[in-house]
Structures are given as C-alpha cells and as structure tokens.
C-alpha cells in the first residue's frame, strides 16, 4: 500500500513539522510529507522543509484579494501532489469552505489546550487565567468552526503552582510533538474512523 501522502501547514517555528518530518526519517511514520504550505516568507519552518527535503508553497495572504483567493491556489497545489490528508501545525490564518469542503474528514489540527475548553488563541494563557489544574494538547478534525471538529485524540498536561506562561508551553509543545506524529500514523494505518463527532482509535 503507497504511503499517506500529507501537507503540513505552518505559520512559525514549526516544531511540529519537525516532530513528524524526524518520525518518517527515523522510520517510525510511515507518510510521504509532499508540501510544506506557509503564510509567511520569514518563518523558520521553512528552513526546516528545506533541510528536510520538502516542498514548499509560500505566500503572502496580502498579494491575494481574498482568503478563498489565496485557498483556491493552495488546493491547485495539493491536488497536483494528490494529497491524501492536511496537518495544521501552527497555521495561524482561519481557513473558508474553499479549503475545508474539498478536505472535509481529511483535515486536521492540534490544539494547545483539553478541547472544547479554551478554543481559539493564547490557550495557554487562557488556562491559567482561569485557574485550571489540569490543560493538555487536543488534536481533532477540521468542520470549518473554531477548533470544534471531532476530537481524535487528548493529552494531559498538569499545571504546577510555580508555572508561567512560558514553563507550561514548553511542557505543551513536548506532549504536542509526541502525540502529533502519533495520530499521523493511526490515521495513516487506517486506524482512525469518524462517525458524527465520535471517533473511535483502534489498535
């Protein structure tokens, strides 16, 4: 069976598509990563695709009238690589129906928090303002609402007394890069199902 060909999309440092592009060199995930897809000229992730020997489209959202503008040359883009799923890692723009119909089920995202608590930017800082003990990483599926797909998979993270906003990232974005490649692989395994908003990880 021909391996999972992926996109990752990523707006910054782009740790998480070092997390899986150092999972399939190591050999531990079997996918093709096809395209790297960046909204910014300047972001270190593309350094990272580089290095990996991975393709990148990137573009400035400002050259584009339109969001679905820019979407409808990104889906050229993945259509000519026959990309069978996208990985939001980082992305940080708000995607239209132009990108997630044609994906719909074959799109997903990681989130830095315990989903459906705390959707949307500064998660982190949103958890410990409110005081909670315990946050985590969500990764789910894209519908097209505010971090509100399915959600796929969880990981815990507790939050310690002494924790900063930045303390409690840095734990975050190591259960991120652990649990990431994980669920690109289940998924890549035929493992994953969906019906309405259960999910169900076998194996």
Do not use: W
């Not at 946050?135 to 310690?160: C, E, F, K, M």
């Amino acid at each position: 069976m021909a391996a999972l060909r992926i996109a990752v999309f990523a707006s910054g440092q782009g740790t998480n598509f070092q997390a899986i592009a150092d999972a399939v060199r190591e050999g531990k995930l079997d996918v093709s990563i096809e395209l790297l897809v960046c909204d910014k000229p300047s972001a270190p992730v593309i350094e990272r695709a580089v290095h990996a020997g991975v393709e990148t489209y990137v573009f400035k959202p400002k050259d584009f009238p339109s969001r679905e503008a820019y979407e409808t040359v990104i889906l050229e883009e993945l259509r000519k690589r026959e990309v069978d799923l996208i990985v939001l890692a980082g992305y940080m723009r708000i995607l239209t129906p132009a990108l997630v119909e044609p994906y719909e089920g074959r799109m997903i995202n990681i989130h830095p928090s315990l989903l459906p608590s705390f959707p949307g930017i500064n998660a982190i800082g949103q958890a410990l303002e409110h005081g909670v003990k315990v946050t985590g990483v969500t990764v789910h599926y894209v519908d097209g609402g505010l971090d509100s797909g399915p959600i796929i998979a969880q990981t815990a993270v507790v939050i310690r007394e002494e924790d900063t906003e930045d303390s409690l990232a840095a734990r975050i974005h190591e259960a991120e890069q652990e649990l990431y490649p994980r669920v690109v692989g289940q998924i890549a395994q035929g493992l994953v199902t969906v019906e309405g908003r259960k999910v169900t990880v076998r194996g």
